[in-house]
């Protein structure tokens, strides 16, 4: 009996590895955005980064972080789970199969010198060395800090915008996706060319 | 621990964001170049089924788990502030290949350089509460 429940867990272990497709995916992101509603939360992960500014005490320098951050602690958790839902994913429930990428992107990314191995992300950009490198250097912390000014000042970002505020017909997070396209569209088509 | 519920579903949240590859970085330039459904079956699969649950909740008036009331607020409408922070988050959006929920599951990944990410993340966000009274909104 023990073995064979056993062998029922390690089947669906091997079922939850595979890639999901998207039309699980979707829906079970729309389910987080209705159960941190549920939990009397919101779905908006880049408020985070203007909570952790008031918590580190920006408060004192500027405005707009002098609020009270503990009332956004459950928005910290739920970023604190997100970090170790993608352990969990990456070990437990380790794929092994490669990303099945599109040839033709693997294609045109090649012709940019970005190769890919089958992981996640490029790794010859996204370590510790390639910090110190122009390429690094941009990828990382001038994208990064992009998106931190970006979301802000559009007031959300991909959850905030593209999910809960698309969700509920918000006219103002459809001209936020818009700019979310035109924004990715000119870096991969005419930065990219130059940069890499 | 009071915010336990959380953690659970930001665990769910990573755990899902990881197993449909939203959170790589060639999945996003996948989307960007318009070379395949994923992306777009993912977000507006989402976007449905949110609508869905924005329904459900407003017609059932389904209440939070202490009993109020879930709040819709609508956004206050503008052009320019939705539009150029949006293009702005689009262009690191492309270059780091992650959005913010993304940034944290990357870390838990393994890919810890997008720590230094998160880091600058957090200096684009002071940055913008300094310049917040001279920007457009």
Redesign the interface.
Known sequence: MYVHQLYKMNNMIDF?SQ???????????????????????NFG??A???S??SM?G?GKY????DFNWKSQ???L??????????????TA?K?TEP?A??P??IE??SQLGIY?TGE???ME????N??LTIKGF??????????????????G???G?????????????L??????????????FL??PILF | MKFIQFLFIGMFFGIVMTKSEVISWFRIQEMFRFQSFHMYGVIGSAWLMGVFFVQLIKRKNIKTHNGSNIAFKNKDFSVSRYLFGGTIFGLGWALTGACPGPLYTLVGNGFTVFIAVILSALLGTYVYGLLKNKLPH
Do not use: E, K
């Open positions: 939850l890639p999901w497709p998207w039309y699980i995916s979707g829906p079970l992101i729309a389910l987080v955005m209705f159960l941190l509603l549920r939990f009397g939360g992960v880049s985070t980064l203007r952790m500014c580190a920006a500027c405005d707009f972080f602690r459950w928005n958790i739920f970023a604190l789970g997100a970090v170790v839902g993608g352990f969990i994913a990456s429930l794929s990303l990428l599109n033709n992107t045109d990314l890919f996640m992300v490029p950009i996204f370590s510790w390639s910090l941009v990828v990382l912390i001038v994208g990064g800090f992009l998106v931190g000014f970006g979301t802000r000042w559009a007031g970002c991909t959850s915008h593209a999910i809960s505020g698309l969700s509920d017909f918000q006219l103002p997070s001209i936020a996706v818009i700019g979310f396209f035109i924004g990715g569209l000119v870096m991969t930065i990219f």
